[in-house]
């Protein structure tokens, strides 16, 4: 009796554990990479974000600035922007890339997006992907720059109101 209730208890137990599904290879990852351009949209991106640094590290430059602080802050942007480039460098990013698709998709989950991808549909939704990304971006950019600046600018009272 004891044997059944135990036989019993381990099929119930077997029956409400997750399945763990295969995880995706190594090959299917690049594949998929391959295929939605990962690397390509990665490496558009550091620009981007290069730009991004820019901006706003030229909105906090006064508008009064001497020349050399002028200089001094393009120095100072055009070294970061190095260091950027070296620490957002796509040969250390793709490690990074392939766990964190490792632990968020099965093989079974690649499997299905390379199939799609590999699809004329499939195609033309990544063939849209820079459109829609461009357009994301500058909605977003149109949404939050008034306030961006406005902080900037409080950012820039409450500094000048301190160095005096």
Do not use: K
């Amino acid at each position: 009796m004891i044997g059944l209730r135990l036989a019993a208890l381990l099929l119930a137990f077997c029956a409400c554990a997750p399945l763990h599904a295969a995880a995706p290879t190594d090959a299917q990852l690049q594949r998929l990479f391959e295929l939605t351009r990962v690397e390509q949209e990665y490496q558009a991106f550091i620009p981007q974000f290069e730009q991004m640094q820019r901006d706003l590290a030229l909105r906090a430059i006064p508008d009064d600035a001497s020349p050399e602080r002028i200089a001094a802050a393009e120095r100072e942007m055009a070294s970061t922007q190095a260091d950027i480039r070296r620490i957002m460098a796509w040969e250390r990013m793709l490690p990074m890339y392939l766990d964190i698709y490792r632990r968020t998709y099965s093989a079974e989950d690649v499997a299905a997006m390379i199939t799609f991808y590999e699809s004329p549909a499939g195609q033309r939704v990544i063939a849209a992907q820079g459109t829609l990304m461009r357009n994301i971006m500058e909605a977003v950019t149109l949404t939050v720059q008034p306030e961006l600046e406005q902080l900037l600018r409080e950012t820039g009272d409450a500094h000048d109101g301190h160095a005096h």
